[in-house]
Every structure is written in C-alpha cells, then in structure tokens.
Nanobody, 123 residues
Framework: EVQLVASGGGLVQAGGSLRLSCAAS????????IGWFRQAPGKAREGVSC????????YYADSVKGRFTISSDNAKNTVSLQMNSLKPEDTAVYYC????????????????WGQGTQVTVSS
C-alpha cells in the first residue's frame, strides 16, 4: 500500500520555525521526485518546494526562497521541509506528493499524495 505521511505542522508565531516531514512507503522512493504543496482556505493548491530523484536538484517557490529548505534522507524514505522565518501568509495545509517523472509545479502531475499537515502562523 502506497503511503505518504506528512507530519510536523503546528501553531507558531511569525518569525518562528517548523520542520515538516514526509515519510514514504509502498513504492520505490528513489525513483520519485517529492514535492511539497500548500493550500490555504479559499485558495488553490500551490507548489512550495520539490526535490528531484534524478540528481537531487531542489526547487522553491519565490515566496519561500531563502526561508525554506527541502532535504531528502533516502535511507529513511523521508523528505523534510525546514521552514524558517515563517509569516502569517504561510498558513495553510501542507501536503507532500510523489511524482514518478520529475519535479513539477502542477498538482495534477503527481501520482501519490499524503494527507496534509496544518501549519498556522500567528502575527
């Protein structure tokens, strides 16, 4: 059974940090790019960051560049998203997803999705 389990969300004050984790199982982790998306109430799901399976390249949305860092631990089938200098506009449900082809900013391209973890940043 394919599973992507996102964890690490919570409530934090503006300027604070959180570390999200995405634990994968049920598929060949090394063959998939892993992306993080977020969705705020009333808004479309948007890509935040992605790490490529082919060469480990990382990608970030402009809104999070310099504040978020994505990393992968292939031995543990886990991808983490370190989020620093959080802002109220980062408040959303964060999802991790797996793409067999490569990183993409389009949710429709992803094959598997986790259940999401809530991140709330207070001002």
């Amino acid at each position: 059974e394919v599973q992507l389990v996102a964890s690490g969300g919570g409530l934090v004050q503006a300027g604070g940090s959180l570390r999200l984790s995405c634990a994968a199982s049920g598929f060949t982790f090394d063959d998939y790019a892993i992306g993080w998306f977020r969705q705020a109430p009333g808004k479309a799901r948007e890509g935040v960051s992605c790490i490529s399976s082919s060469d480990g390249s990382t990608y970030y949305a402009d809104s999070v560049k310099g504040r978020f860092t994505i990393s992968s631990d292939n031995a543990k089938n886990t991808v983490s998203l370190q989020m620093n200098s959080l802002k109220p506009e980062d408040t959303a449900v964060y999802y991790c997803a797996a793409d067999r082809i490569d990183c993409s900013w389009y949710p429709v391209d992803y094959d598997y999705w986790g259940q999401g973890t809530q991140v709330t940043v207070s001002s």
